[in-house]
């Protein structure tokens, strides 16, 4: 299951990533609040941090087991459109506006991570308690 929290504010837009795939990713949604001039926050935590390790998102494929049969005409499509990947399109979006990346420090404690370890698009660690802090003014929440 893709599991996420989405909470917006007319001044920013806030995603914390838990789980993440290559096909259903995240990605536009930073795209879309980093081009209406909302500031955007992504927090990884769990799996969603794991897509971040340095050159992970170039080899990871893996496809939700519930759209696990749509991955093999997924990734044709996409391939034969030319879509960028997720890794991509985030770091449009961070050209295009305010975006900020953010990793859980407990979950990079767990899995014994340090940011070098991480992708450059990563701006720094911080706790769940200022993530929360930073985002609890969205007048939207969506669990998806």
């Keep these: 299951m893709d599991t996420s929290t989405w909470v917006l504010s007319l001044f920013w837009f806030s995603l914390v990533c838990f789980y993440h795939n290559d096909y259903f990713s995240h990605s536009p ?3 879309g609040g980093a081009a209406m001039g909302m500031e955007v926050e992504l927090f990884l935590t ?4 794991e897509a971040f390790r340095k050159d ?3 080899t990871n494929m893996k496809v939700s087991k519930d759209f696990e049969e749509y991955g093999p005409v997924m990734m044709e499509q996409m391939m034969a459109k030319k879509v960028p990947s997720w890794m991509d399109n985030l770091m449009g979006a961070k050209e295009v506006g305010d975006v900020k990346v953010y ?5 990079m404690e767990l899995f014994g991570m340090k940011l070098s370890d991480l992708e450059p698009i990563v701006d720094e660690v911080t706790g769940v308690a200022t993530f929360v802090e930073r985002a ?5 929440t969506l669990f998806i």
């Excluded at 769990?46 to 941090?49: I, K, M, V």
């Excluded at 990793?103 to 979950?107: H, P």
């Excluded at 609890?136 to 939207?140: V, W």
């Design 29 to 31: 949604a930073e795209s």
């Design 46 to 49: 769990t799996w969603g941090l």
């Design 56 to 58: 992970s998102y170039k």
């Design 103 to 107: 990793a859980c420090s407990m979950t």
């Design 136 to 140: 609890k003014e969205g007048r939207i």
